[in-house]
């Protein structure tokens, strides 16, 4: 079974459009993470890369194991 077939026709493009904003927010999070090193010192550098490294992590987390499925569409 293909990926792209458990996506719902209708929406395939919503999910498309989702995936590609979550790459450039990575890309804002990363450039602020630049500026942000240039005003601060290396100990609060790896305090961000820390907050934003566990912050992910949990965020994972709670995306595989807390939430709750997705009601199926009738076919």
């Known amino acids: ?3 792209i077939d458990l996506l719902d026709p209708e929406r395939r493009a919503s999910y498309l459009a989702f995936g590609g ?9 990363a ?3 630049i500026v942000v090193g240039a005003f601060i010192g290396p100990v609060f550098m790896s305090g961000y890369i820390l907050i934003f ?3 992910g992590a949990y965020l994972y987390y709670v995306s595989l194991y807390k939430m709750q499925p997705a009601p199926q ?3």
């Open 1 to 3: 079974m293909k990926q």
């Open 73 to 75: 569409l009738a076919a």
């Open 53 to 55: 490294g566990a912050l």
């Open 21 to 29: 904003l979550t790459f450039h927010g990575a890309k804002l999070v």
């Open 31 to 33: 450039a602020t993470g």
